[in-house]
């Protein structure tokens, strides 16, 4: 897989991409605070947003090295690899008019 494969990849899923995005600038330090837009979230729906962040979307992010997941702690920082897709996520902030109603 190239790089940019994995840029896409990573920002296909609208929570990989808020997480991502919010990681610009500060670090998340509690993976359970989903960010699920400005709409009302029951309670289901949030248990099946932060499994999904537990067993999908975390480990892809932490194996393409841009984010580091602390497990143990339920802590969530910048990867190695974060400044690599840094770009691709400011042009996605630059042009948030443009872009689909929900995407960010």
Do not use: C
């Not at 494969?5 to 330090?29: G, I, K, T």
């Not at 099946?48 to 975390?58: G, W």
Request: hydrophobic share 35%; proline share 6%.
């Amino acid at each position: 897989m190239t790089p940019a494969d994995e840029f896409f990849r990573a920002v296909a899923n609208v929570q990989r991409r808020r997480l991502l995005v919010r990681m610009l600038s500060h670090n998340p330090e509690d993976e359970s605070k989903v960010y699920t837009g400005d709409r009302e979230t029951d309670e289901e729906e949030l248990a099946t947003l932060l499994i999904e962040m537990q067993h999908t979307h975390l480990p892809l992010l932490e194996e393409y090295g841009f984010i580091d997941w602390d497990r143990q702690n339920h802590e969530v920082s910048k990867g190695p690899e974060f400044d690599e897709i840094r770009p691709l996520l400011e042009m996605m902030v630059e042009h948030q008019g443009e872009l689909p109603e929900g995407w960010l």
